[in-house]
């Protein structure tokens, strides 16, 4: 029996989803749900349903875990309590400093209905916060650090585009190479928030607009672009469009640590991701813990999780017996 999945929100990341289930025989998409009207999205598996999102409760019986698509400024802290109170849910829940709050609403809500709720589910948070914790783990004298890029950040495109006289913009975050070479060569360096990355942006200006201002406004940019050393290359919506239309993106978690009585001998632990499709690659992540989330709900088990909380066999197709006999 497979496990029938429903997409809530259908942009990147729903599309992303429908892709991965495609990809893992144990799953079944049974359902897409839209705030847009259902007539005019088309999906790409034949005879799955188009439905509004008021209409997801009716479903409460037929989707055994519900992937959560929507964003994580408004969508996501109203959406995953609401909908943990039908379904075993999983979201990408990503505003870091946000998620014990995230956390507490979700599990209040999840215990009450007897599903499972798991959280912030991506590379980071996700697969980078798992990195960060086993590396901690086992090197308990020593430091973090995780740089991002180089990769297409879609919430400050979305800031740049903004500004007045902006036609349309990308935005890189791109690692100090040099910054990146002490960490791994074992330095153990102090790094501000300008020390570990630069900001790379690729803008298409309306015809007539005042080039000037809008470089200031992109560099001055509070929360965005005031703290990081910021490159502005103006270019025609053509150079765009052929040279910077995917989502790229990954990063480096890394740990330098040490051991021996006085701590004389230094180890490095270093996980990196570089990823053609930031979002497909995402909602790869999400279709694994879709998979977790139901056996962990089959045991019995509720309430809000993260990845912290979810063990590995739980996220493979493989039985705990192939997994000793071929990945052990």
Request: proline share 4%; hydrophobic share 35%; glycine share 8%.
């Amino acid at each position: 029996m497979k496990i029938r999945i429903g997409i809530l929100g259908y942009g990147n990341l729903g599309r992303g989803i429908e892709c991965a289930v495609k990809q893992n025989d144990d799953l079944e998409l049974v359902a897409v749900f839209t705030r847009r009207n259902p007539d005019t999205v088309k999906i790409l598996t034949e005879g799955v349903k188009v439905c509004a999102v008021s209409d997801a409760p009716k479903f409460k019986d037929d989707i055994d875990v519900m992937i959560l698509c929507g964003g994580s400024a408004t969508d996501l802290p109203e959406q995953t309590p609401e909908y943990v109170k039908y379904f075993n849910v999983i979201d990408s829940f990503d505003t870091h400093a946000n998620i014990p709050k995230h956390f507490d609403l979700v599990d209040t809500a999840a215990k009450a209905s007897g599903n499972v709720g798991i959280i912030s589910v991506g590379w980071d948070p996700g697969m980078f916060s798992l990195n960060r914790l086993y590396a901690n783990a086992i090197l308990s004298d020593g430091e973090d650090y995780t740089f991002w890029g180089k990769g297409v950040s879609q919430g400050h495109s979305d800031a740049i585009r903004r500004i007045d006289g902006v036609k349309d913009a990308r935005q890189y975050t791109v690692p100090v190479e040099a910054a990146l070479e002490a960490v791994r060569n074992g330095e153990n360096p102090e790094l501000g928030t300008r020390d570990k990355h630069t900001r790379e942006c690729y803008v298409v200006a309306e015809e007539g607009a005042d080039l000037a201002r809008i470089e200031n406004e992109i560099k001055t940019m509070p929360n965005y672009f005031a703290d990081y050393n910021t490159t502005v290359h103006f270019i025609s919506e053509e150079e765009l469009n052929k040279n910077h239309s995917g989502i790229p993106h990954g990063g480096f978690v890394i740990r330098c640590g040490n051991t021996g009585v006085n701590g004389e001998n230094k180890h490095i632990i270093e996980y990196s991701l570089k990823l053609d499709s930031n979002p497909e690659f995402t909602s790869s992540v999400l279709v694994a813990y879709a998979r977790a989330a139901y056996r962990m709900s089959k045991e019995g088990q509720s309430g809000c999780k993260t990845v912290f909380d979810v063990a590995p066999a739980y996220l493979c197709r493989q039985s705990g017996e192939e997994l000793r006999a071929h990945l052990l």
